[in-house]
């Protein structure tokens, strides 16, 4: 079995499948090659069905349908005037100010907030369904008022989009299939 093998100041063994298939293997700075061979071979079932796993995602992403252009331009104008709709919304709720919203369409990043009160967003959110755009809006509006992800952070996330577990779970699992329709 090929892997790659990080070693570190580590206590424990852990295999990891990448969504390439790569093998990742971290251990502690001296364990014995042997020992680690035989670790991945008791996990050779789970690592062998990861991969599978992953190999059949993988075949129907190629299999989604792209974008067109022209359907690529769509998504972002309904994209400006929905997001920037939400946005107005619970900015007022919340009694925030920001200044501009700007729409692309990102293989990264669902959402993006400046220091300079500039709010980014998604345009392949418009696919996604309207509470997982509501919270991706929210997300960013409370880092208007803290820059980072804290506990005080999700505490005004929750006040404002209660469902955001739920939402951000959706975005999780469904979000390489909303990606994987841009072109390449
Ligand atoms: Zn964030």
């Known amino acids: 079995m090929e892997y790659e093998l990080i070693r570190s100041a580590r206590r424990t063994l852990s295999v990891e499948v990448k969504p390439d298939g790569r093998i990742v293997v971290r251990a502690p700075l001296t364990l014995s090659k042997r020992r680690i061979d035989r ?16 190999e059949k995602r993988n075949e129907a992403l190629l299999k989604i349908d792209k974008l067109s252009e022209k359907e690529i331009r769509d998504l972002k104008n309904e994209a400006r005037r929905e997001l920037t709709a939400l946005c107005e919304e619970y900015a007022d709720i919340m009694g925030l100010d920001y200044n501009r919203v700007s729409i692309r ?7 993006s907030c400046s220091r300079d009160r500039n709010l980014n967003f998604n345009a392949l959110l418009m696919l996604a369904p309207e509470g997982a755009r509501r919270y991706v809006v929210v997300h960013e509006l409370c880092h208007l008022w ?16 209660p469902d955001w577990r739920y939402e951000r779970r959706w ?3 469904n979000g390489d299939a909303l990606i994987a329709r841009l072109p390449d």
């Open 171 to 173: 975005l999780k699992k």
């Open 105 to 111: 369409t990102q293989r990264t990043r669902w959402g």
């Open 39 to 54: 670790f991945l071979l008791e996990r050779e079932e789970w690592i062998e069905d990861a991969q599978r796993k992953y």
């Open 146 to 161: 803290e820059m980072n992800h804290s506990k005080r952070f999700w505490d005004k996330v929750s006040k404002y989009c």
